[in-house]
Structures are given as structure tokens and as C-alpha cells.
């Protein structure tokens, strides 16, 4: 899927998305807790989470880039390949493509 691609998505679509992702994250959890989950299930929890996470971590920094644009106080950090650049887990960079062994 190319930029243009994901850019073209509704937001009537992206928040479908993001609601299913929330609802199935939350189904997986509670397998989790209920100790029936499969690997599969633990491994799906984990990239859900990591995606949450980082959806979470862009809207702070577009809110924080706002406030800065606005003349208030946020913490940003810009470098030259990454604007505006998301770290996660006390500051390793979590928004690179996962890679996958085929």
C-alpha cells in the first residue's frame, strides 16, 4: 500500500479501523487473562498493543507540535530523517517497519 493510498482513506474508515483494532485488542486481552489464549493470540496482543501505542504517541506529538506552533510550552524533538520523530520505550524507535521472515 503505497502513501497516496493511506492517505486517501476516509476518516469514516480510519476510525472503523481503529475501533475494530481497540475491540479485537481488548478480546485478546481477555483471553490472555482467562488463560485460553493460543500463540497466535499472544503474538497478535503484542503487535496490537505496539500499534496502539504508537497511535497514541503521534497524536501527543501532533498535539504537542500544535501547542509549540500556538506559543505554548511541549516537548518535541525533530531530526532530519523523522519530522515530527516518535520514541518509544525510553527512547528506542518503535516506528520502523516490523520485519518479517518469510
Do not use: C, F
Not at 61 to 82: I, K, L, M, P
Request: aromatic share 2%.
Amino acid at each position: 500500500m503505497s502513501t497516496d493510498d493511506r492517505n486517501r482513506r476516509a476518516p469514516e474508515a480510519l476510525r472503523a479501523i481503529g475501533k475494530v483494532t481497540l475491540e479485537k485488542l481488548e478480546s485478546l486481552a481477555s483471553k490472555i487473562r482467562d488463560d485460553v489464549a493460543t500463540e497466535a493470540d499472544r503474538l497478535n496482543h503484542e503487535i496490537l498493543r505496539e500499534i496502539v501505542a504508537l497511535a497514541m504517541n503521534r497524536m501527543s506529538v501532533t498535539q504537542n507540535e500544535s501547542a509549540v506552533e500556538q506559543g505554548a510550552s511541549a516537548w518535541t524533538e525533530r531530526t532530519a530523517s523523522h519530522y515530527p520523530h516518535i520514541r518509544l520505550h525510553g527512547g528506542a524507535l518503535e516506528d520502523d517497519p516490523v520485519k518479517m521472515r518469510i
